[in-house]
């Protein structure tokens, strides 16, 4: 499912459930807030979310089902990823070249380490 029709500051507020990606954010400047306990998960052939713009992800759960693709992958943009908990046992966060991100309050959780679940090529970032 892409967001694509959210301007820049719409917040848009997803409900408690579980959504199986991939979840596209495309739409700069907006922010995608979880309510209750939202679930992003990914399934065997896509990551849960893909970020494609400088945008905000607050207050969700992303889970990593597969070995070959992480929960979240930034392509394009700065996000800012807030109150997050990020879960899998491979890379579970994969920032591309000439992207960033901002992390702040996130738990990653995994049976690796912080090291391999956060993944930045070339890219700025960072976990505070």
Request: proline share 5%.
């Given at each position: 499912?892409?967001?694509?029709?959210?301007?820049?500051?719409?917040?848009?507020?997803?409900?408690?459930?579980?959504?199986?990606?991939?979840?596209?954010?495309?739409?700069?400047?907006?922010?995608?807030?979880?309510?209750?306990e939202v679930v992003f998960a990914s399934t065997t052939d896509h990551p849960a979310v893909i970020v494609r713009s400088s945008c905000r992800l607050q207050g969700v759960k992303m889970t990593c089902r597969?070995?070959?693709?992480?929960?979240?992958?930034?392509?394009?943009?700065?996000?800012?990823?807030?109150?997050?908990?990020?879960?899998?046992?491979?890379?579970?966060?994969?920032?591309?070249?000439?992207?960033?991100?901002?992390?702040?309050?996130?738990?990653?959780?995994?049976?690796?380490?912080?090291?391999?679940?956060?993944?930045?090529?070339?890219?700025?970032?960072?976990?505070?």
């Amino acid at each position: 499912a892409s967001i694509q029709r959210l301007q820049p500051g719409d917040v848009l507020e997803v409900q408690a459930g579980t959504w199986t990606g991939p979840v596209i954010l495309e739409s700069p400047g907006v922010t995608v807030r979880g309510v209750g306990e939202v679930v992003f998960a990914s399934t065997t052939d896509h990551p849960a979310v893909i970020v494609r713009s400088s945008c905000r992800l607050q207050g969700v759960k992303m889970t990593c089902r597969s070995q070959h693709h992480a929960a979240l992958v930034i392509e394009k943009g700065h996000p800012e990823v807030l109150d997050c908990i990020i879960n899998g046992q491979h890379g579970c966060v994969r920032a591309l070249p000439s992207t960033g991100m901002l992390m702040q309050r996130c738990k990653v959780q995994g049976t690796i380490s912080l090291a391999a679940a956060v993944v930045i090529e070339q890219a700025h970032g960072a976990i505070v």
